[in-house]
């Protein structure tokens, strides 16, 4: 089902006291973000001392919150001792209840850490009928020029194949609200094409991700390979989140390490130094093309209700992207297309024999 | 326990006709090879006519076999229908019984298709006591310009604790007799650094790995990430053949596509292009260092042979990197490092209370 785009203005809640720089980059961030988004609304948690510099900007409001969470802080402490975080109260804005007359938030975005964040959210919000776990997603860019949208990268590390369908289910409803790919083909990675591939846990997920894709309520293109994540063979790849995680990281890894190499090799002598600064254009294209905090803004899937995930170290051009992401995706009505895919696939199994989950799930909505 | 080297010339069996090239590759490989390693022997095993150009190489022989592996054959043609193919040859002549006067070679290198090559390699050869499963092993390039040995990559998809420990002590074998480093650090694969990271079975495997590292066996560093492999934090990361599979392939997508974009952003228009000419010599002198060709030539760990697996796609610089490093691992006699490191471990097992497996395999070395 496609879904029309919200009609009133889009509410961010930001956690602006987290990630390793705080209001010195949230804020900038902040305030460009309203400049180029003229319909969009913030609701600026945190220190109020702290916030004093977004005094007087339009379509904003500051939410008052005495702490902070640490980017070390053990999830104990976030969930149970701090209980007045802008991490924290950030989420809470989500919420309608207890807010009086003042309209809840449609996403939050926070840069603090991701367990924190992870188990906050899911204290608060719940997750949605018919998800058994939330899942992180993000984006990477290849080589088609537009992006893989990849899940899970952390927050599951032993996946059952129902959970990886879940997570085709809801990295589809994010590659249609937020690249405005309605109908995004899903790989599942494996370690080959073939569907003998994989442990047990893999083959299983491929059938009942070929079963939802013949069912037509997912576009599943098959198994795919790691090198087919930077090769874009899918607009989505599911995986679980030990593999995602370590994917990611490893990606992190070899272009830091090639990175190195190749301004070492610029700056080996007077005469490659000479050549860098001629070629300095182009190397300069080239970073800007695969430049990470143009991807900043990780989604938590599966809540009732959206947080988008900025890296912690992001400067204000990465946060910006972040709080870009969460304005697309509440615009197009996110939270609701993953209800949507997730009914749809209830209903079919309740209607091959199974509970009666899906009814009262769509009802409820 | 420290091996001194071979005292006999090391004698490597070729399977000629594997890869995706064939002797057109192969043959170039091994006559340079030859030339630059004057105390070695080859048995150049294929279809004598495609082998005709070797007759009068020095140090070399040819045994005939009249049926070649292809690249997409499955496991059991390979296996059972193939007997005479020159994968399987090959790996026979690792074995000295019906050999008649000829030694057995001390190592077997093959392009062949790597499925086909393990099923096979395991079948003729059998494990190593002590060891469940073979693993496969390859290095890549880290940013201390030093290398990351990586096992396992893709011949075993569900590992248990144990496994993990015998990849860790089969990889530490391979990289002091290849590095010729006697102590190699081994990082466990995570997704972060706390002990407490991961699912059971990492959360074992640690364990394990920590004893075995507390009782001298091993140099465990603790747990590593995904980013740690190419930032060299250990000598070898140890990991299942499922993430490694990914990791590696993902690693390989990523560089195909930086690769390609740079080469776009030097295509861009005339100046570019003129920077490029400029720039030249220094891309050039970056591609060499990350060029895997020179990596080239994975171990299959836990036989009772030594077999190295050359990728399908390799050029002849790149088979003969293969062929040098099975050179240095016979004369270095990794064979029996790894006996000596999986003996240590079972006999400690034994004296814990465990079976007299370790004494048996001890006795019978």
Not at 349 to 362: F, I, L, Y
Request: glycine share 10%; net charge neutral.
């Amino acid at each position: 089902m496609t879904r029309s785009s919200l009609s009133e203005p889009v509410r961010l809640a930001v956690d602006c006291m987290g990630g390793d720089h705080g209001p010195g980059v949230t804020l900038p961030a902040c305030r460009s973000f309203l400049d180029k988004h003229p319909e969009a609304e913030l609701i600026l948690v945190g220190q109020p001392e702290a916030l004093t510099a977004a005094a007087g900007w339009p379509r904003c409001r500051v939410v008052a919150a005495s702490e902070v969470v640490a980017m070390d802080d053990p999830v104990e402490v976030a969930l149970r001792r701090k209980r007045d975080s802008s991490m924290r109260v950030a989420l809470q804005q989500l919420k309608a209840e207890g807010e009086g007359q003042v309209p809840p938030a449609h996403a939050c975005v926070s840069a603090g850490n991701t367990g924190a964040l992870m188990a906050v959210a899911r204290y608060l919000l719940k997750t949605l009928d018919g998800i058994d776990r939330p899942a992180i997603a993000t984006v990477v860019p290849n080589q088609t020029g537009r992006f893989t949208t990849v899940l899970d990268l952390g927050a599951n590390v032993d996946c059952t194949a129902e959970h990886l369908l879940q997570f085709a289910l809801m990295g589809s409803a994010l590659v249609a609200a937020v690249e405005g790919n309605e109908n995004p083909s899903v790989g599942l990675l494996n370690i080959g094409e073939e569907v003998i591939k994989g442990n047990e846990t893999i083959k299983q997920a491929g059938e009942l991700l070929r079963a939802a894709g013949a069912a037509g309520r997912l576009n599943f293109h098959g198994n795919v390979e790691g090198n087919d994540i930077y090769k874009g063979t899918t607009d989505l790849v599911v995986c679980d989140g030990f593999v995602g995680n370590v994917m990611l990281k490893t990606s992190e890894g070899l272009a830091t390490m090639l990175a190195a190499f190749i301004k070492e090799e610029f700056s080996r002598s007077l005469l490659t130094k000479a050549a860098a600064l001629v070629a300095l254009p182009v190397l300069n294209a080239f970073r800007r093309r695969v430049d990470h905090r143009r991807f900043n803004g990780a989604a938590l899937l599966g809540l009732r209700g959206l947080v988008f995930k900025s890296h912690g170290s992001a400067d204000a051009f990465a946060f910006e992207q972040a709080l870009a992401r969460a304005y697309d995706a509440a615009r197009n009505r996110l939270l609701d297309r993953v209800h949507d895919r997730i009914v749809a696939t209830l209903q079919a199994k309740a209607g091959d024999g199974g509970d009666n989950a899906a009814n009262s799930v769509a009802q409820a909505a």
